[in-house]
C-alpha cells in the first residue's frame, strides 16, 4: 500500500548542507556501509558510498542533501593525487553518491575515498576496463542470504583483487526473520542439514524504509564491503530484490498483493537497488510506475560481456510450481513468450553481430543451458522460472548464437549450484552441435534445498561436465587472446565466516 514511508526519502529535498554545517550535523561515522566502484569503461568510471550514521534505521542523517568530498590517486599509498572535487549526497537518495569520474585512462587503476567533515571513507580500488587488455579477471557472484551462511567467499574475491565482479542477481533477500540454528529435511536416502546463522532485521520486505534498510543490513558485512572496495562491479538484480520469482508486473502471489500494490513495492525495490549500487542509470519513475535500464555492453579484452535483464520484460511462469522439476503444459511451447522482451533480444542481437570480440558473454541472472528433473524418453521436467521454462526464447537465443558469433559464453547464478556445461543446437541432445559454454556460479551463501535432485539426475544432463551441489563460493575467469580459464573457487564451511576458501575444479575453453 501507499505509506508515508515509502514517499519519504523526497521530504525536504533541495537543502544543501555546506561542509562546516556537514561537520557540525554529521557527528558519528557516515561511512558505515563502505564505498564501491562500478560500470567501468575505459574512460570512466561509477564511485559511491552511502552516508548511514545509523544504517538500519533509514540511515540516521539530517535533513537535507549534503556536501561530500572526494580524493582519488593513482596509487595505493595515495602519493600521486589525481583528482579532489565535491559531489551532493541527495536527501531523496537515501544520501547515496554516484559520482561518475570521467577523464581517466583505459586499463588503470585507481584508489579513491570520501569525506564528510572530520570523517573519512574507506579506501577503495577500482580499474577502468580497456579492450586492447593483454589478460583480464573477472569474477562472477550471486544469491548471498544473509541468513543462510557467511561471506569468506568475499573475503577470498578481495584478496584476488579481480579487474572486475559480475553481480547477476539475489544481491539481498526480501523475506522475514528465520530462526536461528539448525533444521534438517528428510530426502530419500539421506538427511540434509541447513542452518541460520543470522536473522534478517524485519518482516517480509515491501516499503522503500524496509528496503533500504534490508540492504543496509547486507552491506554491513566486512567482507563484502572488502569485495566493492577491492574492484569495481557489474551488477543487474533477479528475483529476491524484490520478490521471489517475479516476472513484469506479476509478484510471486498475485492472490496476496493487488496490481497497485506490486507496482508500489517494485518502485521501491528498485529505488533502493539504485541508492545501494554503483551505477550509471537511476529508475525511471513515472507516478506508481517505474522501470530500470540494468543493461550493459562492457569490454574487457577478448571478452565482451552483455549484461542482461531477465525479470523485468519476461512472461509469467507458466505450468505450475513443481519444484523442483515441473512436467510441461500446453502453455510452454507459445512461440510470443519471452525472457528478455522484443527490444532486449534485438539490442543484444545486433551487438553480438557486431561484435568483433574473440569472446561474446552473456552475463544473465538464471541458467541458459537445459537441466531435466526425470530421465529420457519422457518430456523433460524443469525448472520453470530458468530458461528452460521459456524454450522458444531460448531456441531463438540458441540459434543466434549459432550463427556466427565467436564463442559464446554465458555466465549465470540463481540455482544455487556450481556447473560448466555446453549449451547445444537441440538443447537436450548432447549429440546436436554445440553453441555455447557455460558457467554457472554457486551461491555466495545461499542453500541449495534441491542439491539432492540435483544429484540424483546428474546422469540425465550428459551436457553438464561438472556439477558441485554442495558448497558456497564463486567463480573466477582469467581472458587473454589465446584461453579461457574457468576456476569454480568453494568455501569448505559456509557457517564459519573465517572459513578456508579452495579450488575445486578448473575448465580451460577450447573454440567452438
Given amino acids: 500500500m501507499l505509506t508515508r514511508r515509502l514517499f519519504m526519502g523526497t521530504a525536504g529535498a533541495g537543502l544543501l548542507l555546506s561542509g562546516s554545517l556537514a561537520r557540525a550535523a ?7 556501509l563502505g564505498v564501491a566502484s562500478g560500470a567501468p569503461r575505459p574512460d570512466s568510471v561509477i564511485l559511491w558510498t552511502r552516508l548511514a550514521p545509523d544504517p538500519l534505521q533509514g540511515g540516521g542523517m539530517p535533513l537535507g542533501d549534503v556536501t561530500v568530498s572526494y580524493r582519488v590517486w593513482e596509487d595505493a599509498e595515495r602519493r600521486k593525487l589525481l583528482r579532489e572535487g565535491t559531489v551532493t549526497a541527495p536527501q531523496a537518495d537515501a544520501h547515496s553518491v554516484h559520482l561518475k569520474l570521467e577523464g581517466l585512462r583505459p586499463g588503470r587503476e585507481y584508489w579513491y575515498a570520501f569525506t564528510v567533515g ?7 580500488r577500482t580499474r577502468t576496463s580497456s579492450p586492447s587488455s593483454n589478460k583480464v579477471r573477472l569474477a562472477l557472484a550471486s544469491c548471498q542470504s544473509w541468513q543462510s551462511g557467511f561471506y569468506a567467499a568475499y573475503t577470498d574475491m578481495a584478496s584476488w583483487t579481480p579487474d572486475c565482479v559480475i ?9 522475514g526473520i528465520g530462526t536461528l540454528g539448525n533444521r534438517s529435511v528428510e530426502k530419500p536416502g539421506e538427511t540434509l542439514i541447513f542452518r ?8 517480509e520486505i515491501t516499503t522503500l524504509w524496509d528496503y533500504r534498510n534490508r540492504y543496509a543490513l547486507y552491506k554491513t558485512d566486512p567482507a563484502l564491503q572488502a569485495a566493492h572496495a577491492a574492484a569495481p ?3 543487474t538484480m533477479d528475483d529476491h530484490e524484490v520478490d521471489n520469482n517475479w516476472a513484469a508486473n506479476v509478484p510471486q502471489d498475485p492472490w496476496a498483493q493487488t496490481p497497485l500494490e506490486f507496482k508500489v513495492r517494485k518502485l521501491a525495490a528498485f529505488k533502493a537497488w539504485y541508492e545501494h549500487m554503483p551505477v550509471e542509470r537511476p529508475p525511471q519513475i513515472d507516478g506508481i510506475e517505474a522501470s530500470l535500464d540494468m543493461t550493459g555492453i562492457f569490454r574487457f579484452g577478448a571478452a565482451q560481456v552483455h549484461l542482461l535483464d531477465t525479470r523485468q520484460f519476461r512472461d509469467d511462469q507458466v505450468c505450475g510450481n513443481g519444484f523442483p522439476g515441473q512436467t510441461p503444459c500446453d502453455s510452454l511451447a507459445d512461440p510470443k513468450r519471452s ?11 545486433q551487438s553480438l553481430r557486431s561484435s568483433p570480440a574473440r569472446y561474446n558473454v552473456l552475463a544473465s541472472q538464471m541458467w541458459l543451458s537445459p537441466y531435466r528433473f526425470n530421465d529420457a524418453p519422457a518430456e523433460p521436467a524443469v525448472n520453470m522460472d530458468a530458461w528452460d521454462g521459456y524454450p522458444a526464447a531460448r531456441q531463438r537465443m540458441i540459434d543466434l548464437l549459432g550463427d556466427g558469433i565467436s564463442n559464446p559464453v554465458a555466465l549465470s547464478g540463481d540455482w544455487h549450484c556450481a556447473a560448466a556445461m555446453t549449451l547445444h543446437a537441440s538443447p537436450f541432445d548432447a549429440k546436436s552441435k554445440p553453441v555455447a559454454h557455460e558457467f554457472a556460479g554457486t551461491s555466495i551463501s545461499s542453500d541449495c534445498g534441491w542439491m539432492h535432485e540435483m544429484d540424483k539426475m546428474r546422469s540425465a544432463n550428459p551436457h553438464v561436465q561438472h556439477l558441485n551441489t554442495r558448497q558456497r563460493g564463486y567463480c573466477r575467469f582469467e581472458v587473454s587472446d589465446k584461453s579461457w580459464l574457468t576456476t569454480y573457487r568453494v568455501v569448505n564451511n559456509s557457517y564459519d565466516p573465517n572459513s578456508s576458501v579452495t579450488t575445486d575444479t578448473e575448465v580451460k575453453l577450447g573454440d567452438l
Avoid at 554529521?26 to 558505515?32: A, E, L, Q, Y
Avoid at 572530520?118 to 577503495?124: A, I, W
Avoid at 525472457?339 to 542481437?349: F, K, P, T, Y
Fill in 233 to 235: 562491479w557489474l551488477v
Fill in 339 to 349: 525472457v528478455l522482451g522484443a527490444a532486449q533480444e534485438q539490442w543484444l542481437a
Fill in 26 to 32: 554529521v557527528k558519528t561515522n557516515p561511512f558505515t
Fill in 196 to 203: 541460520t546463522v543470522r536473522q534478517h532485521n524485519s518482516a
Fill in 118 to 124: 572530520d570523517f573519512e571513507s574507506p579506501l577503495g
Fill in 167 to 175: 553481480h547477476v542477481g539475489d544481491y539481498i533477500y526480501e523475506g
